[in-house]
């Protein structure tokens, strides 16, 4: 099993910038790609970005390309979402999941094994 834990989320002003974290126990050499969902009210969980902790290599859902950032440290069993000119549309519960495997263009999420348990994020106009 993957625990995984969010924390950063929060109110913002459209154009501000929020980090958000992802902290993996358990089996984590089980997680070999750590992703970042998000869901609107009454909209469906939609993908936002996803890591390969072995090389670093992401993806990112269009949406999102050029203003947000995934990263990890491997070291602290973390990942974070670092997300630059937030607007409204960008206002969801965030949701962290990890899977094994290497492809990280699986989007799925059928495909994610583990998630955690959200964090909202809202930005005001």
């Known amino acids: 099993q993957v625990q995984l834990v969010e924390s950063g989320g929060g109110l913002v002003q459209t154009g501000g910038s929020l980090r958000l974290s992802c902290a993996a126990s358990?089996?984590?050499?089980?997680?070999?790609?750590m992703g970042w969902f998000r869901q609107a009210p009454g909209k469906e969980r939609d993908f936002v970005a996803a890591?390969?902790?072995?090389?670093?290599?992401?993806y990112y859902a269009d949406s999102v390309k050029g203003r947000f950032t995934i990263s990890r440290d491997n070291a602290k069993n973390t990942v974070y979402l670092q997300m630059n000119s937030l607007t409204p549309e960008d206002t969801a519960v965030y949701y962290c999941?990890?899977?094994?495997?290497?492809?990280?263009?699986?989007?799925?999420?059928?495909?994610?094994?583990?998630w955690g348990q959200g964090t909202q994020v809202t930005v005001s106009s």
């Open positions: 999941a990890a899977k094994s495997g290497y492809n990280i263009a699986v989007i799925t999420i059928s495909a994610y094994e583990y």
């Open positions: 358990g089996r984590t050499f089980s997680s070999n790609i």
């Open positions: 890591i390969r902790r072995s090389d670093g290599a992401t």
